[in-house]
Antibody, heavy 115, light 112 residues
C-alpha cells in the first residue's frame, strides 16, 4: 500500500523558515517524480514544486521560486520542502504527491504564517 | 501560464443522476511528445484529493466506471453517471503539460 506521510508543519512568523518532510513507502521511490501541492484554507489547489526521480532537476511556480527548495533523499525514501522568507499568503495545508499525474497524496501538514 | 477555466462552480445533482464538469485551457495541452497531461481529482470533505482520471481518459486504479473523461486540445470533460453519495465533494482538473502546472478552480458537486 502506498503511503505518504508529511511532517514539519506548524506556526511560524513572517520572514522565518520551515522545512517539511514526506516519508514514502509502498512503491519504488526513486522511480518517480515527486511534488508538493498546497491548499490555503477554504481555497483551491496550487502546485508548489516538483523534482525529477534522480533529483537532478527541480521546478517551481513564480510564487515560490527563490524562496522554496524541493529536494529528496532516495536512500531514505524522503522528500523535503525548505521554505524560506515565509509570507502570510503561504499559509496552507501542504500535500506531498507522487508520480507524473499526482497519483497518490499524503494527509497534508498545515503551515500557518502569522505573527 | 496556462489558465484552466473549470465550470460550473457548483453542480447540484440528484442521486442516481448524471453530472458533467468542463475544464478549458488557455492553450493546447498536447505535449511535444504527443501526450496530453490533463487529470481529474476528487476531494471529499475533510480528505486529501484523490486521482480519478489521468491523461484525459484513463481511470485510475479502483475508480468506478461511472467516472469517465474525454476531450482533446483545450476542451475536456469529466462525466459521472449514476451519482452516489460518496461522489460528493470538490472536483479539480490539473494540467501538467506546461510549467507551471495549474489546477482548475474547482467544482462542488452537491445533492439537489
Amino acid at each position: 500500500e502506498v503511503q505518504l506521510v508529511e511532517t514539519g508543519g506548524g506556526l511560524v512568523q513572517p520572514g522565518r523558515s520551515l522545512k517539511l518532510s514526506c516519508v514514502a513507502s509502498g512503491f519504488t521511490f526513486n522511480n518517480y517524480w515527486m511534488s508538493w501541492t498546497r491548499q490555503a484554507p477554504g481555497k483551491g489547489l496550487e502546485w508548489v514544486a516538483s523534482i525529477t526521480n534522480s533529483g537532478g532537476s527541480t521546478y517551481y511556480p513564480d510564487s515560490v521560486k527563490g524562496r522554496f527548495t524541493i529536494s529528496r533523499d532516495n536512500a531514505q525514501n524522503t522528500l523535503y520542502l525548505q521554505m524560506n522568507s515565509l509570507r502570510s499568503e503561504d499559509t496552507a495545508t501542504y500535500y506531498c504527491t507522487s508520480g507524473n499525474w499526482f497519483a497518490y497524496w499524503g494527509q497534508g501538514t498545515l503551515v500557518t504564517v502569522s505573527s | 501560464d496556462v489558465v484552466m477555466t473549470q465550470t460550473p462552480v457548483s453542480l447540484p445533482v440528484s442521486l442516481g443522476g448524471q453530472a458533467s464538469i468542463s475544464c478549458r485551457s488557455s492553450q493546447s495541452l498536447v505535449h511535444s511528445n504527443g501526450n496530453t497531461y490533463l487529470h481529474w481529482y476528487l476531494q471529499k470533505p475533510g480528505q486529501s484529493p484523490q486521482l480519478l482520471i489521468y491523461r484525459v481518459s484513463n481511470r485510475f486504479s479502483g475508480v468506478p466506471d461511472r467516472f469517465s473523461g474525454s476531450g482533446s486540445g483545450t476542451d475536456f470533460t469529466l462525466k459521472i453517471s449514476r451519482v452516489e453519495p460518496e461522489d460528493l465533494g470538490d472536483y479539480y482538473c490539473l494540467q501538467s503539460t506546461h510549467f507551471p502546472f495549474t489546477f482548475g478552480s474547482g467544482t462542488k458537486l452537491e445533492i439537489k
